[in-house]
């Protein structure tokens, strides 16, 4: 009986979300029939409100209300407030001829005011429920501020530390991206569309702009279309399947073909493999921008190519809106493709709800109660400990005691309020910055001394506060210098040439530690540094990336004990930046590399190992891990495989443990990477404490590209290894038959 109740209830709600389907494309369809040229396009286009975050396209900025109520306006980025948005919909809603309400998109990539970590930051929790939690708070706020889209998650792969925008995303790894990508959108979406609180996301930037050349952003990506399958896209791929209501395609181009033009990407694998059905959005000017490219004689070819290619909507290069009415007159953009590019919008809108309710429940009162409170705050203090990795503890220094009698507290970042909230932080305030400072003088005790000196800037070869900082060092049991990148140091169009601390920070470590108190580093920064020196030399390294508001508290919390450090790195750090690109799932090449031998793949001047490795990170317990053990010694190419390690703590804290799975296809058609992760958990064990953890390893997992770039799983063996980083693991052996 049960199950006859379980499969009317499956098929009824099918039949309701079928035919909630069907009333939305029936809707659009009369919508259609009504819409004239203009509206149309004004569907297609998207100006930037309240401040450029861009080079500006010379938009019409007092015309707003006039083409608003025109119906040439589909949606506006950068207009947020409840007040604000409610003025500019309520035109739409009420005084435009079809009352299609307007898109609000803004870049809520880590917070709208209470601001989180960095994304890059988020991915070293290697928790997906503690980053869908965040990007959730994210959605709360902003939609009570009447922000209906974000332009997040950003799930570039990045391999190349030079590149800003590292600091956007979730590193070097497409499973870590992966799952970080569907956890965003989750958190930004809710369960189903439309529900209150939830925004709309947008899987960025389509597709590989992280394998931008030298690291330069906006440079040219070249790579083979294997690489650009198993390594490149498969986080937009979770994106989408995580129901992401819309893409941004990117600035790049691919070998040749800009991404923002791609019918390759933006049709073939987007909507025809992936099923695809919001819409895409350009980057800022990304359309027009494909003149400039070579790929375009005029911004009409520009938006040709763009809405041909599958780029629905154009932001802020105002050439959809010039030439489409010509372009059609031509035959060269036809009916149905801008018929088609205004449904994608329109399905979007009504899914979210939009046409009943264009205001959801943005208000002031909204803004009061739902934006930067209590539970927020909290959250981003839980969520900004759990993203601190331990790089370095000699001699267990760390955790500091609470009554420690005297400590200094130096460097350009101790106690500084607007360098925490990290690049791309919105309304994020200096004001609600808790520093590394004042976090601690919150934690220790009412006896201890504290002393502080700012001892240099963050850039500059000024040394003069050396002396200051030097002499309070001498005087203290431990001195703590927080030096790392300025927020704008990374993000957009912020690439360096060099991974060193900027300016004469690392001079200024220098003279702390020879003082002879013991050093503890904590670093601010949003990409991997070569902080070689600092790591030969100093007791104890604390990686803090930019950890928003709560960034002093959660600081503190890990110094002192009150949170055992329990991140680990999402990419690479290198020794130097002449070993860039380096990543853990490199190839092994005929000649891999051995410094014992002369000719083979290294550097002669360096050692070949990264200076910390993807997946590591300390904790103040100790971990013991079993061999794994597997289900079988030889599975099928259909057949799954079980693999249990046992985990132990066998320290004297409590902590938490990321117990990672990766694979090496050892020979197969094509050559395959000496590692891949393929799973992940992140398991909490009290002292004397044991757990089974089990991973299985599916087809899928098991799955590549091979020579004639058919997906699927190849006959022959595999290893298998598990432990605490992509390093430091242990190893068994399992066998694909073909039968
Ligand atoms: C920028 C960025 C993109 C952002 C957009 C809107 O150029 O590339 O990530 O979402 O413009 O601000």
């Not at 590193?171 to 970080?180: F, N």
């Not at 799975?661 to 020979?667: A, K, N, Q, V």
Request: proline share 4%.
């Amino acid at each position: 009986m049960k199950k006859i109740i379980f499969a009317i209830f499956l098929c009824s709600t099918l039949l309701l979300a079928s035919s909630k389907d069907n009333t939305i494309e029936q809707k659009i369809d009369s919508l259609l029939t009504l819409m004239t040229l203009d509206e149309k396009i004004g569907q297609l286009t998207q100006y930037s409100g309240n401040y450029e975050t861009g080079p500006s396209a010379g938009t019409v900025k007092n015309e707003f209300q006039k083409l608003v109520k025109e119906g040439k306006v589909g949606s506006f980025l950068n207009v947020h407030g409840a007040t604000n948005t409610h003025e500019m919909q309520k035109i739409a809603v009420e005084q435009s001829r079809l009352k299609i309400p307007l898109l609000f998109g803004y870049d809520v990539i880590h917070g709208y005011r209470t601001t989180f970590p960095i994304p890059l930051a988020e991915a070293s929790s290697w928790d997906p429920q503690a980053v869908e939690k965040s990007a959730r708070i994210s959605a709360i706020e902003a939609a009570a501020a009447g922000v209906h889209w974000t332009f997040a998650p950003m799930v570039d792969i990045a391999r190349d530390p030079r590149w800003g925008r590292i600091a956007e995303g979730s590193g070097e790894d497409p499973y870590l991206g992966s799952a970080m990508a569907a956890a965003r959108v989750k958190g930004f979406q809710g369960n189903s569309y439309g529900e209150k609180g939830t925004i709309l996301s947008c899987a960025k930037h389509f597709a590989a702009y992280g394998g931008a050349e030298g690291g330069r952003d906006y440079n040219t990506v070249d790579m083979s279309e294997r690489t650009l399958r198993e390594i490149y896209l498969l986080p937009y791929k979770a994106a989408v399947d995580a129901g992401a209501a819309t893409i941004m395609s990117s600035f790049n181009e691919i070998a040749g073909v800009p991404s923002t033009g791609s019918k390759f990407l933006l049709t073939d694998v987007l909507r025809k493999e992936w099923h695809f059905d919001g819409f895409v959005v350009s980057d800022w000017t990304s359309i027009p921008e494909m003149h400039t490219h070579g790929v375009a004689a005029n911004d009409a070819e520009s938006a040709m190519l763009a809405l041909n290619a599958g780029t629905d909507m154009d932001m802020e290069g105002g050439v959809y809106r010039k030439h489409l009415p010509q372009l059609l007159k031509e035959g060269k953009v036809s009916e149905q493709t801008l018929n088609e590019a205004v449904r994608r919008i329109l399905r979007v809108k009504l899914r979210l709800g939009l046409f009943a309710d264009p205001y959801r429940n943005a208000s002031p009162e909204a803004e009061k109660k739902d934006i930067y409170n209590a539970a927020h705050i909290a959250a981003t203090r839980d969520v900004a400990r759990k993203s601190i990795v331990l790089l370095k503890n000699e001699k267990d220094i760390l955790p500091l005691k609470k009554e420690i009698k005297t400590l200094a507290v130096v460097g350009p970042l101790a106690n500084n309020t607007e360098e925490p909230l990290g690049p791309w932080h919105q309304q994020g305030r200096p004001s609600d910055v808790v520093t590394v400072l004042d976090g601690i003088t919150k934690t220790v005790s009412s006896d201890t001394k504290i002393l502080f000196a700012k001892g240099c800037d963050i850039v500059g070869n000024d040394t003069k506060g050396f002396d200051e900082a030097v002499s309070i060092a001498k005087k203290s049991d431990v001195v703590i210098v927080v030096v790392g990148e300025a927020a704008e140091m990374s993000g957009e169009a912020a690439s360096r040439s060099s991974l060193t601390l900027p300016g004469k920070q690392e001079k200024f470590v220098e003279a702390i530690q020879a003082t002879g108190t013991p050093v503890v580093v904590v670093l601010m920064n949003g990409r991997p540094l070569a902080v070689t020196w600092i790591a030969e030399h100093v007791s104890a390294i604390v990686e803090a990336w930019f950890l928003g508001v709560q960034s002093g508290n959660a600081i503190a919390d890990v110094l002192f004990g009150e949170y055992t450090p329990s991140g680990k790195l999402p990419v690479t750090f290198p020794r130097t930046v002449g070993q860039v690109p380096y990543y853990y799932n490199y190839k092994n090449t005929g000649r891999p590399m051995d410094e014992k031998q002369k000719y083979n793949s290294k550097y002669i001047d360096i050692s070949n190992t990264p200076l910390f490795p993807f997946g590591y990170g300390l904790s103040y317990t100790t971990f013991e891990y079993s061999s794994p053990r597997l289900s079988a010694s030889k599975i099928t190419k259909k057949e799954s495989l079980k693999v249990v390690v046992d985990v132990k703590n066998i320290g004297r804290r409590a902590g938490e443990e990321v117990v990672q799975l990766y694979i090496r296809d050892e020979y197969g058609s094509v050559t395959r990477p000496v590692k891949e992760l393929k799973g992940f958990q992140k398991i909490a064990l009290v002292p004397g404490e044991k757990k089974s953890v089990e991973f299985t390893l599916t087809p899928e997992l098991l799955s590549m590209y091979d020579i004639n770039m058919k997906w699927g799983v190849e006959a022959g063996t595999f290893k298998v290894y598990v432990g605490t980083n992509s390093v430091d693991v242990q190893e068994a052996s399992f066998e694909v038959s073909e039968l």
